[in-house]
Each structure stands twice: as structure tokens, then as C-alpha cells.
């Protein structure tokens, strides 16, 4: 199935994520580790939570990437090591700025962006962030995190300010 088949991800319990990830997507399926989590995210067939807000704009990021769950997990997983430098600021830091998992933090709250049913392109903007900006961003999550700011509050407070410039 192709991500542009997929209008509303469907949820399943899986015991194969890792503990420190509450879902993932694969190929258009939610996986979750908790039954109760699978039971909420399936209960509608809209877009009516934060969870599935996140992972249903990585299915519309998928989209962008020519319609290609191959494109988009190649993608992902090259970001992931690119930012691995990042581990020395924060562990959670490679994960956390992956071009498609900045902007799926940045809008997971607005459960409108998810909803719209196109391709969501904003992740190619945070993927022009050099090693240099993604240090400061860690380095400000990993000072916020020890104040108990939440890392979508974080981003939104970045990029609207203008803190560090995009080229």
C-alpha cells in the first residue's frame, strides 16, 4: 500500500518497538506497545489525538518523498546517523532532530495539519539545519527538558522566533 492510500492510520499492538517509544509507524500501521493506546487510536476513524496526529504526518511526509515508504525510511534512518554526532548533548538528540520528526513535534498539537490529505514538505526547511544549529537546538532541549518544557513548545518556540536561522 502506498503512503497516499493511507487516510487515517490504523493501530496494532506490537511488542517489537523499543521501551522508550510509545508508537511507530510502519507502512501505514501504528504499532503500539500498550493495548490501551491500539484501543484509543483505533476508536475513530478521524484524527482526534496527538499520537495519531504524529504518526499520521509521517504518512503525509512519506507522501512527499515520491509516494515511497522506501524513500521515507532511507531517509529517516540517513538522518538518524547523520545526527548521531549529537549523542554527546543529549542521547535523545539524533532521534529527535530528524528533519520529519522536527516537524511532526512541531504540528502534533494541531491536529488540522495532519488531516489535511497532501503531501507535508516542511521537513525538507529543517533539513538544511547544519550540525552546528542542531547542537544548539539540543542544547537548549536538554536545558528546557530539565525544566519539564515540552520538546513540541521547544521547536515552536525556534522557528517562530527565528532563534537560528534557516538557509
Same mark, same amino acid.
Given at each position: @500500500?502506498?503512503?497516499?492510500?493511507?487516510?487515517?492510520?490504523?493501530?496494532?499492538?506490537?511488542?517489537?518497538?523499543?521501551?522508550?517509544?510509545?508508537? @511507530?509507524?510502519?507502512?501505514?500501521?501504528? *504499532?503500539? =506497545?500498550?493495548?490501551?493506546?491500539?484501543?484509543?487510536?483505533?476508536?475513530?476513524?478521524?484524527?482526534?489525538?496527538?499520537?495519531?496526529?504524529?504518526?499520521? %504526518?509521517?504518512? +503525509?511526509?512519506?507522501?512527499? @518523498?515520491?509516494?515511497?515508504?522506501?524513500? $521515507?525510511?532511507?531517509?529517516?534512518? $540517513?538522518?538518524?546517523?547523520?545526527?548521531?554526532?549529537?549523542?554527546?548533548?543529549?542521547?535523545?538528540?539524533?532521534?529527535?532532530?530528524?528533519?520529519?520528526?522536527?516537524?511532526?513535534?512541531? *504540528?502534533?498539537?494541531?491536529?488540522?495539519?495532519?488531516?489535511?490529505? +497532501?503531501?507535508?514538505?516542511?521537513?525538507?526547511?529543517?533539513?538544511?539545519?547544519?550540525?552546528?544549529?542542531? =547542537?544548539? %537546538?539540543?542544547?537548549?532541549?536538554?536545558?528546557?527538558?530539565?525544566?519539564?518544557?515540552?520538546?513540541?513548545?521547544?521547536?515552536?518556540?525556534? $522557528?517562530?522566533?527565528?532563534?537560528?536561522? %534557516?538557509?
Amino acid at each position: @500500500m502506498k503512503p497516499s492510500e493511507v487516510i487515517v492510520p490504523k493501530a496494532k499492538k506490537t511488542w517489537l518497538s523499543l521501551p522508550s517509544f510509545k508508537a @511507530m509507524t510502519w507502512k501505514g500501521v501504528i *504499532y503500539c =506497545r500498550k493495548q490501551g493506546d491500539v484501543d484509543l487510536l483505533n476508536e475513530t476513524d478521524s484524527i482526534d489525538s496527538v499520537l495519531k496526529s504524529h504518526e499520521t %504526518i509521517h504518512v +503525509r511526509q512519506a507522501q512527499s @518523498m515520491k509516494d515511497s515508504w522506501s524513500r $521515507f525510511y532511507i531517509n529517516y534512518l $540517513f538522518n538518524w546517523i547523520k545526527n548521531l554526532p549529537l549523542i554527546f548533548v543529549d542521547i535523545n538528540a539524533p532521534y529527535k532532530l530528524i528533519p520529519t520528526e522536527i516537524e511532526a513535534y512541531l *504540528y502534533q498539537n494541531d491536529l488540522n495539519h495532519a488531516k489535511e490529505i +497532501r503531501p507535508l514538505n516542511e521537513w525538507k526547511t529543517f533539513g538544511k539545519l547544519s550540525l552546528c544549529q542542531k =547542537r544548539k %537546538i539540543a542544547r537548549l532541549y536538554y536545558k528546557e527538558n530539565k525544566e519539564k518544557r515540552s520538546y513540541s513548545s521547544l521547536l515552536y518556540h525556534i $522557528f517562530n522566533i527565528k532563534d537560528i536561522p %534557516i538557509y
